[in-house]
């Protein structure tokens, strides 16, 4: 399965090593990342595999939340059939 | 991969503008729970319902938290419970405990269907069940109750509309102490559907699987916002809009059934293709109409936006969904909406106008408060006024009417929740329609009936 991992908030240094940190310690590989400054808003989005992660999605979604938590960002996890379905006819 | 602003906008919409599935409704059928011992009969329909529901909260959430779509309400709707008592007997109150204990077994917030369809007349069980859903409503907390009094096919069961006004005043009289909630969980239909996932009205219709997955869709936010990107587009336009918002949020509810079904192994039934309010800020159906240009719903000009509402959002929804059913439209329930409320009390909103929204839209005069004095021979005129439109327009329509027992003009009803609070309304109470509910009998199928 795949997820995409969005990251909202204030440009910082670090953003992505400390979202990359996490995947890796869960074993989420990640596929792709784009980022971009929206409304004066950094996003980053990250496409990830998550079939062979090392603990359940419950836990590394709520791993990704207490990031954001501790850093002033939104930080979601979401699959990615969600966007297709949406997005794509 | 997908596009960054297309993720963006998925989020926002789920974020700031309050979009989220407002129902996953399981319906289940207990026609196989009737039993000759009554007793029997409710322990089968325990059985049942929880042995097959017994996953729905839990798959809910995991869905909820794997797609990251909030998901507010869980449910179930059961066969209408006067077919179950036709056969088994017994007191119908016994049943609505029964459906109450497997609601509170499943953790479910809502189940609907202790209902009897007498759009024709009674059958056996009928008039016993609808006797006793004042009780059974005040006994439950999280039973439902709907009653179809009225079809296209089959005309106006007038006598049950007399009868139904006196249940809806008596339910209101039993729950006076805790807000009149009785009424709130109470519909009479007029072409009720048989596969509505939204409460209070949901039943598990006999032409139904055993079992089968429902989902209601939400986001009236999510269309006042596209529209307020486009202050000056023309209606045309507006309704393109629309149409292009309401297949965005209707592809979420088709993939939260599918996956739902999927999960559980029972089949996908349908999406419901609907605006429902919250009282939440920025989740009004009302507000959408101010947005279209309106200085307040409920004012002249008021039918005609909400008539190009509902049908760009069904137009939108259509393509979006393999299957789509159940009541399909925006709702303009009073109590749940901030804008409606907001309306209401500043008397741009009345009764009458309400009526006529509910002629181009889905479903009827929904969650609304009337004096606590308004006779049932006038409640019961309410609901024939409002099934008149629905059957003479081939659309469903309801009335869910909640008399303020021992409150005046200008005092609110206050129920907390989804169910929201709402201003007493003006209803015409100087003369009456006394003699026409008296009268009772039939009135026979419009001529929009012969279709064959």
């Given at each position: 399965?795949?997820?995409?991992?969005?990251?909202?908030?204030?440009?910082?240094?670090?953003?992505?090593?400390?979202?990359?940190?996490?995947?890796?310690?869960?074993?989420?590989?990640?596929?792709?990342?784009?980022?971009?400054?929206?409304?004066?808003?950094?996003?980053?989005?990250?496409?990830?595999?998550?079939?062979?992660?090392?603990?359940?999605?419950?836990?590394?979604?709520?791993?990704?939340?207490?990031?954001?938590?501790?850093?002033?960002?939104?930080?979601?996890?979401?699959?990615?059939?969600?966007?297709?379905?949406?997005?794509?006819? | 991969?997908?596009?960054?602003?297309?993720?963006?906008?998925?989020?926002?919409?789920?974020?700031?503008?309050?979009?989220?599935?407002?129902?996953?409704t399981?319906?289940?059928?207990?026609?196989?729970?009737?039993?000759?011992?009554?007793?029997?009969?409710?322990?089968?329909?325990?059985?049942?319902?929880?042995?097959?529901?017994?996953?729905?909260?839990?798959?809910?959430?995991?869905?909820?938290?794997?797609?990251?779509?909030?998901?507010?309400?869980?449910r179930?709707s059961?066969?209408?419970?006067?077919?179950?008592?036709?056969?088994?007997?017994?007191?119908?109150?016994?049943?609505?405990?029964?459906?109450?204990?497997?609601?509170?077994?499943?953790?479910?917030?809502?189940?609907g269907g202790?209902?009897?369809?007498?759009?024709?007349?009674?059958?056996?069980?009928?008039?016993?069940?609808?006797?006793?859903?004042?009780?059974?409503?005040?006994?439950?907390?999280?039973?439902c109750?709907s009653?179809?009094?009225?079809?296209?096919?089959?005309?106006?069961?007038?006598?049950?509309?007399?009868?139904?006004?006196?249940?809806?005043?008596?339910?209101?009289?039993?729950?006076?102490?805790?807000?009149?909630?009785?009424?709130?969980?109470?519909?009479?239909?007029?072409?009720?559907?048989?596969?509505n996932p939204f409460m209070a009205g949901a039943f598990?219709?006999?032409?139904?699987?055993?079992?089968?997955?429902?989902?209601?869709?939400?986001?009236?936010?999510?269309?006042?916002?596209?529209?307020?990107?486009?202050?000056?587009?023309?209606?045309?336009?507006?309704?393109?809009?629309?149409?292009?918002?309401?297949?965005?949020?209707?592809?979420?509810?088709?993939?939260?059934?599918?996956?739902?079904?999927?999960?559980?192994?029972?089949?996908?039934?349908?999406?419901?293709?609907?605006?429902?309010?919250?009282?939440?800020?920025?989740?009004?159906?009302?507000?959408?109409?101010?947005?279209?240009?309106?200085?307040?719903?409920?004012?002249?000009?008021?039918?005609?936006?909400?008539?190009?509402?509902?049908?760009?959002?069904?137009?939108?929804?259509?393509?979006?969904?393999?299957?789509?059913?159940?009541?399909?439209?925006?709702?303009?329930?009073?109590?749940?909406?901030?804008?409606?409320?907001?309306?209401?009390?500043?008397?741009?909103?009345?009764?009458?106008?309400?009526?006529?929204?509910?002629?181009?839209?889905?479903?009827?005069?929904?969650?609304?408060?009337?004096?606590?004095?308004?006779?049932?021979?006038?409640?019961?005129?309410?609901?024939?006024?409002?099934?008149?439109?629905?059957?003479?327009?081939?659309?469903?329509?309801?009335?869910?009417?909640?008399?303020?027992?021992?409150?005046?003009?200008?005092?609110?009803?206050?129920?907390?929740?989804?169910?929201?609070?709402?201003?007493?309304?003006?209803?015409?109470?100087?003369?009456?329609?006394?003699?026409?509910?008296?009268?009772?009998?039939?009135?026979?199928?419009?001529?929009?009936?012969?279709?064959?």
């Amino acid at each position: 399965m795949k997820t995409v991992v969005s990251v909202i908030g204030k440009d910082a240094v670090g953003i992505t090593a400390k979202v990359s940190t996490v995947c890796s310690e869960c074993n989420a590989n990640i596929l792709d990342i784009t980022q971009s400054v929206l409304q004066d808003m950094f996003v980053m989005v990250m496409l990830t595999e998550i079939k062979d992660l090392n603990c359940t999605f419950s836990e590394f979604s709520d791993k990704m939340k207490e990031l954001g938590k501790a850093n002033g960002l939104d930080i979601r996890v979401m699959h990615e059939d969600i966007f297709n379905s949406m997005h794509r006819i | 991969m997908i596009n960054i602003h297309d993720i963006m906008e998925t989020i926002n919409m789920i974020s700031e503008e309050n979009l989220d599935i407002r129902t996953i409704t399981m319906g289940i059928s207990l026609l196989d729970c009737c039993d000759s011992d009554p007793e029997k009969a409710c322990e089968k329909i325990y059985n049942k319902i929880t042995r097959l529901a017994g996953n729905l909260v839990k798959t809910g959430e995991d869905i909820e938290k794997e797609f990251g779509i909030p998901i507010i309400n869980k449910r179930i709707s059961v066969t209408p419970i006067s077919m179950i008592i036709a056969s088994s007997g017994g007191d119908p109150v016994m049943y609505a405990k029964t459906l109450q204990r497997a609601a509170d077994a499943t953790g479910v917030n809502f189940i609907g269907g202790f209902s009897a369809l007498v759009h024709k007349g009674f059958s056996a069980g009928d008039e016993e069940l609808i006797r006793a859903i004042p009780r059974a409503l005040a006994e439950t907390t999280n039973v439902c109750s709907s009653v179809n009094i009225g079809s296209t096919k089959a005309g106006i069961n007038m006598d049950a509309v007399k009868l139904m006004g006196q249940i809806v005043r008596e339910a209101a009289e039993i729950t006076a102490d805790r807000e009149c909630i009785g009424c709130a969980k109470l519909v009479v239909f007029c072409n009720a559907v048989e596969d509505n996932p939204f409460m209070a009205g949901a039943f598990h219709g006999v032409g139904e699987p055993d079992c089968v997955i429902h989902v209601g869709v939400s986001g009236p936010g999510v269309v006042q916002a596209a529209i307020k990107k486009y202050p000056n587009a023309t209606l045309g336009e507006l309704a393109e809009i629309i149409k292009r918002t309401a297949f965005k949020i209707t592809r979420m509810g088709q993939l939260v059934g599918t996956e739902a079904s999927k999960r559980l192994g029972v089949p996908f039934g349908i999406v419901d293709l609907s605006l429902a309010p919250t009282p939440a800020v920025g989740d009004s159906v009302a507000h959408i109409l101010e947005e279209m240009g309106l200085d307040s719903c409920g004012i002249h000009g008021t039918t005609a936006a909400l008539a190009m509402l509902n049908d760009a959002v069904k137009k939108g929804g259509v393509m979006a969904s393999s299957y789509v059913g159940g009541l399909s439209g925006a709702f303009i329930p009073v109590s749940e909406d901030a804008g409606m409320i907001a309306a209401a009390r500043s008397g741009d909103l009345s009764l009458q106008k309400l009526e006529a929204m509910t002629a181009v839209c889905s479903v009827g005069l929904d969650m609304i408060v009337i004096p606590g004095e308004t006779p049932a021979e006038v409640i019961s005129a309410i609901i024939a006024d409002e099934a008149a439109i629905g059957m003479v327009n081939s659309k469903t329509t309801a009335v869910r009417v909640i008399p303020a027992i021992g409150k005046q003009k200008g005092e609110e009803l206050d129920f907390g929740g989804l169910l929201g609070s709402g201003p007493i309304m003006d209803v015409n109470l100087n003369k009456l329609p006394t003699k026409f509910i008296d009268r009772a009998g039939r009135i026979p199928a419009p001529l929009q009936s012969l279709k064959n």
